[in-house]
């Protein structure tokens, strides 16, 4: 793609303490009100605010016609008092009168319908005319407000892809052409690249070339990936416009966009590279009580996408959101839990949406800082004593969390195994899969860091591969000198299975990690819903659920589970070569939760790392640290006390108490305690409640 860095300098995001505050939408209120805002957000320890996010209409009214008066007394009230800024761009969603004098320019879905105006995003993420005039609009912003004094860090559109991250449309079509013939070179390439000798799609036009909008029956599964590939690049590209005219207009101010967690369509690893700083929206769903866990794992890729640096938690709910079909609101205290798990996790931020609760519109039933109520509503209250708590953690601002274990996420095995219809199975997905093995992982201890196929892998001491569709040789490579120098790596079903071109490997999976793993699958074998087979593991029965698969092994195999029922008794299931300083695990079925706290709770032993004797969900423990100084992070998610036994005894940064190696926490308690850097990572085991599995 067309698209360049300018160079590698990071840009430090101009704020002097842990960010707290939230969207801000001064433009839905009257000056009187901003008055108020500006009062109680100074009481609750607000530091900064993002704006102004949905405003391109407010601020340039008719084509070429701008108003910047109202934000520019906003902006300056807002700094007079001492709160940062993070200025939006503004091109989140386009003005009615550019829509309507391009209608090209909207977005088409999968079934040709033209998208239309009354929401947001209503673009086509490759229209010329929207990228001209969000180049125009962004170079109006840098140039008006690019020497603010209150300017922290641009904000560059909001969760590209939220609601467009694909567009089917006639330009798409264009744009998806050019990408390909970039890719392909000639119509030869991309003929042999489709396989198109398969249901007769040879193509002998690049016209003749669509979007994969609907057709009769399955569509060819290489079009469906490099779409996905392409719709991901439409978008960076869409960002890259903007983050240029910035680094021209405004050379040191740090730029992002702000993320949707781990967000299947777009490869947050390319978009991560362009920017600063990253920043996340992250909304676990209150109605669930255990979705701290998948936090932990969204956490772990912010982090892990900038190489371990800290990131800003921009966008999280007070309470209840108003987009799911029920809208569960939040104990109190669990606001807070979630936000130190956020800081926990790396952040160097607490953020809302937003910061007072809209009247009219579709967010009014979305939960605020300052709810209907105002000062009286528990949200207030609740956040002010959060936002005023966060003070005592500055200490922690740019510290680092330490992780001994890192999960891989690719995104184009996550698109392969996902867009596709004609697989052995639909029960087998990336997403629910990488999820069951962090979820394991955590539950037995550890915080994992997330990494990509081709790594770094430097300082782990183990590394999972829930599931790699697509391998090709420079991830085999990596992961095989990661484990000659002593790694311990672990990879899951249905891997190693195609090439970049979805391609089966010669000989089949698990491909170029065949010689690594020391197996060979002979059949995939998905199983029926509702049938189960088993795994004898050490004497423990393991129950599979929908995949399973007929592998056989070399000799230097170590078997350290084999079938135990079904067709496939007495085969392996799950099996570890030692190879060099390290060992090669391969787990070829899917497990449920205590099949695979089994299993990890061996594999993290073999690989001389520690594991929970007893797995507890809600008990979560996290270390940041400076070069001298460790910074555990101490979670209670749940409502009944849990107690951790600490290596070293230090002080509480919270409650200023000393502690020593024992904490005990009550309903969504939080401590964090200071002590000198252990030379190994803390490692935090809980001793309560009732020596139960809670896991
Ligand atoms: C985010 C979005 C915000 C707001 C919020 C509500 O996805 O960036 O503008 O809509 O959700 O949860």
């Known amino acids: 793609m067309a698209a360049s860095r300018d160079d590698d300098r990071i840009r430090p995001v101009r704020i002097d303490c842990l960010a707290f505050g939230g969207d801000y939408n001064p433009d839905q209120w009257s000056e009187e009100t ?15 605010v993002s704006l ?8 340039e009214p008719e084509p070429g016609v701008y108003d910047w008066r109202w ?76 020497a603010h004094p209150g ?11 939220d609601h467009t991250s694909r567009c089917w449309c006639p330009e798409s079509a264009k744009h998806f052409r050019r990408w390909l013939q970039d890719r392909y070179g000639d119509l030869d390439g991309l003929n042999e690249a489709w396989g198109v000798n398969v249901w007769g799609q040879r193509y002998t036009s690049w016209d003749h070339i669509e979007t994969p909008r609907k057709a009769p029956g399955p569509i060819n599964p290489t079009k469906l990936l490099d779409f996905e590939r392409f719709s991901s690049d439409a978008l960076l590209e869409l960002f890259q416009i903007e983050i240029d005219v910035l680094r021209e207009v405004t050379p040191d101010i740090a730029v992002t966009t702000n993320f949707m967690s781990m967000f299947r369509d777009l490869d947050y690893w390319d978009f991560a590279e362009r920017e600063d700083v990253v920043t996340d929206d992250a909304y676990p769903d209150p109605a669930d009580p255990t979705s701290h866990v998948g936090a932990a794992l969204n956490y772990g890729l912010m982090r892990s996408l900038k190489g371990g640096r800290p990131w800003l938690l921009l966008e999280s709910s007070v309470s209840a959101t108003s987009w799911r079909d029920v809208n569960v609101p939040k104990a109190p205290g669990k606001i807070r839990v979630e936000s130190l798990q956020a800081v926990a996790h790396g952040s160097d931020a607490v953020m809302f949406f937003q910061w007072r609760q809209a009247k009219y519109g579709q967010e009014k039933f979305h939960s605020s800082m300052l709810g209907h109520r105002g000062e ?9 004593a959060l936002g005023n708590e966060l003070k005592r953690l500055e200490a922690v601002r740019g510290t680092r969390v330490r992780s001994r274990v890192a999960l891989v996420v690719d995104w184009d095995s996550w698109w392969g195994s996902s867009a596709v219809e004609s697989l052995p199975s639909q029960r087998l997905q990336w997403a629910q899969q990488a999820r069951a093995w962090h979820r394991a992982l955590y539950s037995l201890g550890h915080a994992v860091d997330t990494v990509r196929a081709t790594g770094p892998f430097d300082g782990y001491d183990l590394v999972v591969v829930p599931n790699l ?15 000659e120098r002593g790694g311990n790596l672990v990879v899951g079903p249905f891997s190693g299975v195609v090439d970049a071109t979805e391609k089966v490997h010669d000989g089949g999976a698990p491909g170029p990690l065949r010689r ?34 007929w592998i056989e092994a070399d000799a230097d195999v170590e078997v350290r589970g084999r079938y135990a029922s079904g067709v496939l008794e007495g085969l392996p299931a799950i099996t570890r070569r030692p190879s060099g300083e390290g060992s090669a695990w391969y787990i070829s079925a899917k497990l449920e939760h205590d099949g695979l706290l089994t299993v990890f709770r061996d594999i993290l032993r073999c690989s001389g790392l520690p594991a929970r004797d007893e797995a507890c969900v809600d008990a979560e423990a996290v270390t940041r640290a400076d070069d001298n100084t460790d910074y555990t992070f101490l979670l209670n998610h749940g409502t ?38 252990a030379a190994s990572v803390p490692f935090i085991t809980v001793t309560t409640p009732s020596a139960k599995e809670r896991a």
């Open 376 to 384: 009286r509503s528990r949200s207030f209250q609740e956040t002010k």
């Open 34 to 48: 901003w008055h108020e805002d500006i009062r109680l957000m100074k009481e609750a320890g607000v530091t900064m």
């Open 516 to 549: 690594l793993l020391g197996v060979e699958v002979d059949e995939q074998w998905p199983l029926a819903d509702g049938l189960a087979e088993r795994i004898d593991y050490a004497g423990r029965l393991l129950k599979v659920p929908h995949w399973a698969e």
């Open 469 to 483: 569709y697509i391998v090709e040789r420079p991830q085999a490579d990596a992961l095989c000198v990661f484990v």
């Open 151 to 161: 300017l922290a860090m641009w904000h560059i559109s909001n969760e590209y892809g």
């Open 71 to 146: 934000l520019d007394r906003i902006l300056d009230l807002l700094h007079d008092n001492g709160i940062r800024i993070d200025l939006a761009t503004a091109t989140a969603t386009p003005p009615s009168w550019l829509l309507r004098a391009h209608p090209e320019m909207a977005p088409w879905d999968a079934e040709g319908h033209r998208l239309e105006f009354g929401s947001r995003q209503t673009y086509c993420p490759s229209s010329p005319i929207w990228r001209e005039n969000v180049e125009r609009m962004t170079r109006a912003m840098a140039e008006r407000y690019g």
């Open 52 to 59: 102004p996010i949905f405003s391109w209409p407010q601020l």
């Open 640 to 677: 009944e006390p849990v107690a951790f036994s600490l290596p070293a005894s230090g002080v509480d940064l919270l409650s200023g108490n000393e502690v020593a190696d024992r904490v005990e926490l009550g309903a969504f308690g939080v401590a964090v305690v200071v002590s000198p850097r």
